[in-house]
Each structure stands twice: as structure tokens, then as C-alpha cells.
């Protein structure tokens, strides 16, 4: 026999944003933002747990609480019309257009029963019968006394600061023209304007879906135990244990289509304490008859004592699970997996046939009030809670800024600001970073993805590195590469002032800097006439150049000023030689001049505008261990990063020092460094670190003590192989033992069907996740450190002129050709 939906649909209408069942009943809906999956401790879960429990007590007796889950299977969707992104990026979005991920949206029912209102059953719902309003729904007393209850509720919870309620309207609750509403969305099972068919002739079915129904309804097939948090084998090691919610087998872990209805009827405790102690004696006159009824009564006994004893909130309480499919062969294949999920609970299935109808029925948003009461038990509000699904899947940042990396149980691409928002936040007070990765984690993969997203939205990055490991990037997005070779030496020009640039008092003073360190040693004093001597010939050098059009700023032209000229200038103003000695100075700097050893280092005539140039790579691998140049270069990145710091305004300035270890080691770029991780906040630039081991760390007291305590963002790649000494790190970095759990979780349990990495990132101590850092072959490719990819590369790059993104695009596609053809 066919009804029409309308005829027999439990709800009558929306008021107040309250929805109205035809039997009186008045729910409050809310959706619920829950915490990340993966990033939360035992004593997060505990205190969650109990928020739970001190919520739910302040609800009114014969209220139910009704919460639901929808897990849906989506697919990314890719945007491919925003024409200002990067060649790159637009292989990304290719990448990951269409990557399946379980999309999670949760909700919160909170229904009120009218005084009187006759139990259900499966043989006595609404979906057979319809009623009059009870007297009791038509009065406005009662109800603002619910709504106040509602409100006490959700603010418990939310001032747990683990979740968010949302307090839902009439235009979510009820379908409009445009919008699929909450209670058709479940009638149908899909958000599309469709209507479907319920057919509960044989089986379940909405639509073309056939659907399953598994419950935890009876007593006997709970789990003897049951927790706020359950150990996540995949990811736990000998040293950690790794936790989930006790029901996350049930939400984000049962990777199908399907929703988790949890209910827990409150009704009146005492009455319910009354029934069982009647219980408990009729099974004391049945025990002499029966092993079975004497255990029943030992545990009603155990129950109505720890109600008592313990203060317990007794409730009835029902689990279920929904699943569906399009296609009638994968049912066997849900089975199992919901099967599978249950045991890892300890629990067990319970498919439902018969009163599947009814259980559907009741899952309606607004009508868990007629759900069938036989299907439910007796159960204490501190076991029901642990029943909850506490979490939901990773979310994307609104910020503009951030970086892409994926949700880690799927690779779905989600986008993270590790800079701006968590300052926000006032979780961090500061924007740098510290990273730390043995070779082969994946680190100067990672930074290479970080450098490049935070490059393609403004910012002005300049690299210190060791390896050449920037070199593809550098060259993809046309920067300044600087490096030492012995027919390509590294060249520089201090003297040039580019556009946007001018000769104040900074530029002078970074000038000086560079001659005092080329004239003296570390450990020789300068005077103070000689200091004065200085300015005096660099402004009368620039003066100069005005008046001389045709002279070109460079070391060799200011060396040429100094001996022609400014040497007249001290004569004349009888400067001595004891306070300046002039020809000392010209003695110790001829190497730099014309025909001299490093007469190439500051006469470039290329590369010149460092100011404005955005992307810039210092490659110090050949000169680390040079004590003329290394000096020069290391005094040179500073002066060029602290120029752009204080010049360029509103725009936001990275430095990032990448292996450069024994460099740091050195006392006058120790100090910069010291002097840049304190200071660069306040001009809207972050500084970066970037080591391997873990010796590096401790042996360097900078590091120690300047790096890691003005970095509020750490991030840290695979540590495993250092998992038996972790502590040293964890007390080092200051990490907690959520935070140990999660690092030495990381590359656990990847996908064997994916090539990515790991990384855990820890913001301020209070945010910690593990993202994967997967990303399309062309970006690999840009990426790579691989020494055969990266020659190969330039090699199809020369076929195109030396433009690197064709040649990425050709070696891609034929990589792509030959895996198509094995």
C-alpha cells in the first residue's frame, strides 16, 4: 500500500525555530563543529567525556538526546577558474581534483516529551498512527523552561572549548526552493532536489539506495568495557600509545556512506531506580530456580547500588548505524566493514530487519521521541556518553594565507595557516619556525611546498642553503641564485642602490660594516676616528657618482675614489695616520680591486637589486669552510634581509637558513641570528630553521636558547630512528605527551597506494596535527633533490630554452607515458 509522505511525515511544522511533532514533542536543533580527529589526548577525550555528562544533567526529565552523524562519501572538487594561479597550483588542484574523501557533518537534537505521552514500541510508532497535540506543548511555560535547559546545554559544552553549537533556523531545519533542508536531506538520504520513494516492503530502501541498519540495542551485545578513548594500534609504538574516541570506529574510521543516530532517553531516575529494585526482587524469588536469573539479579543489584553510591544518572540509550549503497552486491562488503568496526569496539552486530522501520523512522530530526522503546537499555549517562562520536575530519583554514598539505586518513588537500591565524588566535606570539628531520624525512621537500606557497602569495623570501636544494624552485619562479663556482664565481655589488632603495643611514651603516669587516679581524678594534673616516668617504663617494654620470657604483670605483681622491680630502683636513691609515686600508683591501683574488666579489653588474627582488638563494656549500668569502657572503645576507625588513612595509618578509650549521657556528652570524628571531616579528617577517640532527640542537647554544624559544611553530618530520632517545627532544622542544604521540606516530601507517610524507606541526603548544605533504608530479619535480631527476630536468628544460616549467611539463608527461605503459 503507497502513502504519501506528507500524509504520514511525524513533523507538523517549524515555530520559534523549535520543530513541532504531531504528538506534541518540541526539539532544538543545533549543528556541532567537533575537534580533529587525531589531535587529541587522553585528558582532552576525559575532559571532553565529562563535559558531556555535566550537560546532559541539566537536561529536563523525558527529554532525549539525539545525536547524529552523516559520513557521506564525496570527491574534491578542483577550481579551475581562478586565472591568477601559478602553473603549479593548477597542477595541484589537477592532482587532486576528484580525491575521495568522508565528508562529516554532525547534529544535535535535544526533544521534549509531553507529560504523559505513551512510551513507543516497534509495534506502536507514529509512522502507523498520527494524534492530537497533548495540552502540555500548547503552554508557553514549559516550553521557555526546555529552551533554557537547551541553552545551559549547549553553553556547558562549548565552554569545554572542544566544540561549537550552532543554533540551527527554520530555513536549515525545513527545504526551500533552493536549499535542501535537514529533514528532507534524511528522508532522502542525498542533498539533491529529488524525491524518492521509502519502501520498507522488503528491507530498507530510499530511493535507489538499499540500505542497512545495524544497532547496539540490547545489553547483552555491549562491550564488557567501555572508555572515553580506545588505543589506535596503527599508529601507537612501544613507547606510545596513540588515542581515539571510543567510537570513532563507528564516525570518521568506517570509511562508507553512512550515519550514526546515538540516542539517550532521559526520563524520570527515580521511577527508573523504582522498576529495577522491582526487577532485582522478582529475580531474588527466581534465583533458586535458575543460574541465569541469579546473575541478573547480581547485576540489577550492581546497578541500583553504583546509582546510588555513585550518584549516577540512569538512562535508556540506543546505537545505530545506517549504511547504503546504489549497487545490491556491495551490501555483503558494508556488512563486514561495519562488522569489523563493532569488534574493535568489543562489540557486536545486530542487523536489524523487522524493526528497521520503526528505528528509520525515529532517526527523523524531531522525532526521536517515537523511538521504540524495546529497542533500547539501561544504562548510566557516564557509559552512554562513551558511545558519542567526539570527532570529525580535518577542516580547512578561511585565511588567505597558508600553505596546501592533506587531511591524513584520506590526502584530501586541506589549507593551513601556520603564520597569521594562529597569531590571531593568541596561541602564538610570534610567526617563526623551527624544523627539525634526519636526511631522507622529507624535510627539504616540505620546505620547498612551504617556501613556494608562501612566495606565490607576496612574500619576499630569501634563502640560506647548503646542497642546492632550492635550486629548481629558484629557477621556476626566476629569483636570484647565488653561488660559488670556479667559473662562475659568487658576485655580489653593496654599493648599487636600486630602485626603491635609497643612501640613508642604514644603507651606510651596512656599507661600513662590510669594509670594517673586510679591513679588521674578529678580534681587532676599530677606532672611532677611523669609524668617522668611513662615513665621511662614503658620502663623499656617492657625492661623486652624482656629479660623475658615467662612473658605475662598485667596489672597484669607490677603491679608485679612496686612493685618487678622498686621500687629498685627509691631507687637506690634516687627518693623521695614527687615526686613520688610509694606506693600510687600500693595502688590506686590494685583493677586492681590479686584477686582485677576489676582484669579482663586489663588482657585479648583474643581480643587482636585492631590495626588490622577491625571491633570493644564498648557496654557501662551496665556501662554508672559506675564511675570506664565507665571512663576506654571511655579512652580506644579513645586511639584504634586514634591508628589506625595515624598507618594506606591509609586506610580509621570510628568512629561511637551511643546513647551515657550521656556519651558525660562526659568532657574528650566531648573534645575527640571535638578534633576527627576537626582533622580526615586529616587521612582519618570520625567520626559519632548518637542521638535521638532534646534536645540532643541543650543541649549539643559540640554538638552545634564542631559536627554539622564539619559535612558536615547530615542525618536526619523521623522528623514528631517534624514538628511543625522543625524550631528550621532547624536554628540549618542550613538547607534552600528546605531542610525543603524534611525532612518533608519524609514517606509521601510510598509504602503501600514495607517495607522500608525514609532518607534524605544533602551534604554540596548544594546536597539534599531522598533515601529510603530498603533491603532484610537477610539483615534485620542482622539488626534487634526487641528483639523477634534477639533471635530467634541466636537461629537458635546455630543450625549451631553459624555461623550467616546460620543461617539468614534458619530463611529467613522460613519466606519466611510461607508467601508462608498463
Not at 565529562?50 to 550537560?55: G, R, S, T
Request: proline share 3%.
Amino acid at each position: 500500500m503507497e502513502k504519501m509522505l506528507e500524509e504520514i511525515l511525524p513533523i507538523m511544522d517549524v515555530e520559534h525555530d523549535c520543530i513541532l511533532s504531531k504528538q506534541g514533542d518540541i526539539t532544538v536543533a543545533y549543528k556541532v563543529e567537533l575537534p580533529e580527529i587525531f589531535t587529541m589526548s587522553d585528558s582532552d577525550y576525559e575532559a571532553f567525556h565529562q563535559a558531556w555528562i555535566k550537560a546532559m544533567k541539566v537536561l529536563p526529565k523525558f527529554t532525549v538526546l539525539h545525536k547524529q552523524d552523516w559520513f557521506i562519501d564525496s570527491k574534491y572538487k578542483a577550481d579551475f577558474t581562478r586565472e591568477d594561479t601559478s602553473f603549479l597550483s593548477r597542477s595541484s588542484e589537477r592532482f587532486f581534483n576528484e580525491r575521495p574523501f568522508l565528508d562529516h557533518s554532525c547534529y544535535v537534537f535535544l526533544t521534549k516529551k509531553p507529560k504523559g505521552r505513551k512510551s513507543s514500541s516497534s509495534l506502536f510508532s507514529n509512522l502507523l498512527r498520527r494524534s492530537i497535540v497533548p495540552e502540555e506543548t500548547l503552554k508557553l511555560s514549559p516550553l521557555q523552561d526546555f529552551l533554557d535547559a537547551c541553552g545551559q546545554f549547549a553553553h556547558i559544552l562549548q565552554d569545554s572549548g572542544f566544540v561549537k553549537l550552532l543554533r540551527l533556523k527554520r530555513a536549515q531545519i525545513i527545504s526551500s526552493k533552493s536549499d535542501v533542508g535537514i529533514v528532507e536531506r534524511y528522508c532522502t538520504l542525498s542533498e539533491n532536489r529529488y524525491i524518492k520513494d521509502l519502501d520498507f516492503s522488503d528491507g530498507l530502501k530510499v530511493g535507489d539506495q538499499n540500505c542497512q541498519l545495524y544497532t547496539l540495542g540490547d545489553a547483552v551485545d555491549l562491550p564488557p568495557l567501555c572508555g572515553s578513548r580506545i588505543n589506535y594500534d596503527r599508529y601507537s609504538t612501544d613507547r606510545t600509545k596513540f588515542s581515539v574516541g571510543f567510537a570513532s570506529t563507528l564516525g570518521q574510521l568506517l570509511s562508507c556512506n553512512h550515519i550514526y543516530n546515538q540516542f539517550v532517553f532521559i526520563d524520570d531516575g527515580q521511577k527508573t531506580l523504582q522498576k529495577l529494585e522491582s526487577k532485582r526482587l522478582r529475580l531474588q524469588s527466581l534465583s533458586a530456580y535458575s543460574r541465569e536469573n541469579a546473575i541478573a539479579r547480581d547485576a540489577t543489584n550492581d546497578f541500583l547500588n553504583e546509582a546510588i553510591s555513585q550518584q549516577r544518572l540512569p538512562v535508556k540509550a540506543h546505537f545505530n548505524v545506517l549504511v547504503w549503497t546504489d549497487e545490491q552486491e556491495k551490501l555483503k562488503d558494508l556488512k563486514n566493514l561495519v562488522s569489523s568496526a563493532l569488534a574493535q569496539m568489543d562489540a557486536v552486530a545486530k542487523q536489524e530487519t523487522v524493526g528497521a522501520p520503526q528505528i528509520f523512522w525515529a532517526g527523523i530530526p524531531g522525532n526521536a521521541a517515537d523511538f521504540p522503546m524495546n529497542d533500547t537499555f539501561d544504562i548510566f549517562a557516564e557509559q552512554a556518553t562513551c558511545f558519542l562520536n567526539l570527532e570529525s575530519g580535518y577542516r580547512s583554514s578561511l585565511s588567505p594565507m597558508g600553505i596546501r598539505l592533506g587531511d591524513r586518513l584520506t590526502g584530501k588537500p586541506v589549507h593551513v595557516d601556520i603564520s597569521d591565524e594562529p597569531m590571531k588566535m593568541g596561541i602564538c606570539t610570534n610567526r617563526n619556525k623551527f624544523i627539525l628531520g634526519p636526511s631522507g624525512s622529507g624535510k627539504s621537500f616540505f620546505t620547498n611546498h612551504m617556501v613556494r606557497s608562501y612566495y606565490e602569495q607576496g612574500t619576499h623570501v630569501v634563502l640560506v642553503d647548503v646542497g642546492h636544494s632550492y635550486k629548481g624552485l629558484c629557477d621556476m619562479v626566476k629569483g636570484y641564485y647565488f653561488t660559488y663556482s670556479e667559473e662562475n664565481p659568487i658576485r655580489f655589488n653593496p654599493f648599487y642602490i636600486g630602485e626603491g632603495d635609497s643612501l640613508d643611514t642604514e644603507k651606510k651603516e651596512s656599507i661600513k660594516t662590510l669594509l670594517l669587516a673586510l679591513w679588521k679581524k674578529d678580534d681587532e678594534q676599530f677606532k672611532r676616528s677611523e669609524y668617522v673616516a668611513l662615513s665621511n668617504a662614503i658620502g663623499g663617494y656617492y657625492a661623486h657618482l652624482e656629479s660623475n654620470s658615467d662612473v658605475f657604483p662598485c667596489f672597484d670605483t669607490y677603491y679608485e675614489f679612496l686612493r685618487d681622491q678622498y686621500r687629498e680630502v685627509l691631507t687637506g683636513d690634516k687627518v693623521k695616520e695614527k687615526d686613520f691609515d688610509i694606506d693600510n686600508f687600500l693595502y688590506v683591501l686590494r685583493p677586492y680591486y681590479r686584477g686582485g683574488e677576489f676582484d669579482y666579489l663586489l663588482n657585479a653588474t648583474e643581480n643587482l637589486d636585492l631590495l626588490q627582488e622577491r625571491f633570493i638563494v644564498f648557496e654557501l656549500d662551496n665556501i662554508k669552510d672559506h675564511p675570506i668569502l664565507f665571512g663576506i657572503v654571511t655579512i652580506i645576507v644579513t645586511e639584504v634581509f634586514i634591508n628589506k625588513m625595515r624598507k618594506m612595509k606591509g609586506i610580509r618578509k621570510m628568512i629561511l637558513i637551511e643546513e647551515a650549521w657550521k656556519a651558525l657556528m660562526k659568532d657574528g652570524f650566531a648573534e645575527y641570528i640571535k638578534y633576527l628571531f627576537k626582533t622580526v616579528r615586529k616587521f612582519f617577517g618570520e625567520a626559519i630553521v632548518v637542521t638535521q640532527e638532534v646534536e645540532d640542537i643541543i650543541s649549539s647554544p643559540v640554538v638552545k636558547q634564542a631559536i627554539i624559544n622564539n619559535s612558536d611553530c615547530k615542525i618536526l618530520l619523521d623522528q623514528s630512528k631517534y624514538q628511543n632517545k625522543f625524550d631528550q627532544i621532547q624536554e628540549l622542544l618542550g613538547l607534552t605527551e600528546k605531542e610525543k604521540a603524534l611525532v612518533l606516530s608519524v609514517n606509521k601507517a601510510n598509504d602503501p597506494t600514495k607517495k607522500y610524507k608525514e609532518v607534524f606541526i605544533s602551534l604554540g603548544g596548544v594546536l597539534s596535527k599531522v598533515y601529510r605533504t603530498e603533491v603532484s608530479l610537477e610539483e615534485y619535480l620542482a622539488y626534487t633533490t634526487e641528483q639523477s631527476e634534477k639533471v635530467k630536468l634541466f636537461q629537458h628544460a635546455e630543450k625549451f630554452g631553459g624555461d623550467l616549467a616546460k620543461g617539468i611539463r614534458a619530463m611529467a608527461d613522460e613519466i606519466r607515458n611510461n607508467d601508462q605503459n608498463q
